[in-house]
């Protein structure tokens, strides 16, 4: 039964993989960030683009 105990006691104490999650968690977090401010800035982002390309449009010579 001592053994039992021990064993289970070592697989729960195992911190192999703790590194890749915390990795796994710090890449979450910056993925939902990025997300949100794309969400956010993603229509204010688009209308700058339509405004440098209707400027590049009406500047560009009449052939």
Avoid at 17 to 28: H, L, R, S, T, W
Avoid at 50 to 60: G, P
């Amino acid at each position: 039964m001592t053994k039992l105990y021990v064993k289970v006691r070592n697989l729960l104490n195992r911190e192999e993989g703790q590194g890749m999650v915390e990795y796994a968690m710090i890449i979450g977090l910056v993925a939902i960030g990025v997300l949100t401010l794309l969400s956010l800035m993603g229509t204010q982002i688009g209308d700058i683009f339509r405004q440098i390309t209707q400027t590049l449009t009406d500047a560009a010579p009449v052939q």
